[in-house]
């Protein structure tokens, strides 16, 4: 069983033997002694476990809080135990916030973060807390922008004293250029355009607009003052080149085709009508806008009146003389053009020829060639012809009514015998006849 040493005056305390560095300068968290306690003067009366080891120690180990942050350890000097708080984290500063919960007491230390090796006494551990101690979590695990660590060290009763300077992220960025209150690295996420910027806007793309505190500001010169109207005859709209959609012909609206129509948007003719105002029927009309001719008299320029005319512009034939083609009286043939009758001819008396000789002391002589005409045909003419001997020979008259005797007139000089040739035509006897 384990014994306790007393004494009779003070109570028992546990101590320990702080290097001889510790108060001369030197780093504390490098020369702290963690060796056995040892008893003072002031221990008289105060009752503790004996031991010869460590392992003795570590039966009477109190219970504490937090559970087994103490070490147990034997001064073989004296030959009692000592409980001292651990470190941990290695820093060289023993937990400040280690307790007995009853029996003997734990040394205590001055370390206010017994697991963070950068906090301790004198040192400024970087730290993410904000005021109210919630934990700071910056996108990505560590802070970015115009995010930072704040800093804390410990408090000289073994408390943690407050993060100070540590920034969090906000909510969103703000669209100031450059801005990443979100501390995610991207400035200006999620607004709409940065303050400041301008950009091209407007139907036509050449407008401005400016972004502000709102958004993007009103567009400016974005289109014509006119764009979308309408322009032109042809239906056409104001474009973002201030000219109109649809070009209109400079003729536009203007007479065509032997001002049959008028020029179109496209530049044509409205009227199509092949060759307006030329000649058609046999020249008696002109062709009308519509295809038509203006004269529809038929087979103009065609035979009529038996071949004696053509058809005229007006449906009338160009000879009225009637009864054309038809029999003239007395058997004297048929009507002509001109009204006249064909007048058919008849016999055809040669006379033998006469022969005689002249002396030329008959100068002149008149022979009768001939006798009656032949029933119901009269004299047509006379035909004389020399067939030999000199001098010359001439028709004077002809015979009438039945007589068909021609008189020839001959004219000898100094020549002595002539032979002619007579020939007498007749005709026959019409009403209409005439010479």
Sequence with gaps: MMSFRSASASLLFWSFTIAAGACGGGNDHDSADLSVPSMSSADAGVTGPSCTTDSDCAAAMPQTSPAGCAVAKCDPLQGVCSYLAKDDDGDGHRAASCKSLGGAVVQAGDDCDDQNPKLYPGANAQCSEIADGGVILFPGGTPKGPCQYGTQTCNADGTTSACLGAVAPAPKDSCVPGNDDSCDGTPNQGCACVIGT?????????????????????????????????????????????????????????????????????????????????????????????????????????????????????????????????ACPNGCGVYQCDGS???????????????????????????????????????????????????????????????????????????????????????????????
């Design 198 to 326: 301008t950009q091209k806007c407007g139907v036509c793309g050449t407008g401005t607009q400016t972004c502000d505190s709102s958004g993007w500001g009103t567009c400016t010169g974005g289109a014509p003052p006119n764009y979308g109207s309408s322009c032109g005859s042809c239906g056409g709209t104001i474009q973002c080149n201030g000219q109109c959609s649809v070009s209109t012909p400079t003729n536009y609206g203007q007479p065509c085709n032997n001002s049959c129509g008028t020029i179109q948007c496209n530049g044509q003719c409205s009227n199509t009508t092949p060759n307006p105002g030329s000649p058609c029927n046999d020249n008696c009309g002109s062709v009308q806008c519509n295809g038509s001719c203006s004269n529809n008299t038929p087979n103009v320029g065609g035979a009529c009146n038996a071949n004696c005319g053509t058809v005229q512009c007006n449906g009338g034939c160009s000879n009225n003389t009637p009864n054309v083609g038809g």
């Design 341 to 435: 009758c064909s007048q058919t001819y008849g016999n055809t008396i040669t006379y033998n020829t006469f022969s005689g000789a002249f002396s030329c002391c008959f100068i002149n002589r008149n022979v009768n060639y001939g006798g009656a005409c032949t029933p119901g045909y009269a004299m047509a003419n006379c035909t004389v012809t020399k067939t030999s001997g000199g001098g010359s020979v001439t028709v004077v008259g002809t015979g009438t009514g039945g007589s068909c005797t021609c008189t020839v007139n001959e004219k000898n000089i100094g020549t002595e015998g002539a032979t002619y040739a007579v020939t007498i035509q007749e005709v026959a006897i019409c009403s209409n006849w005439h010479e």
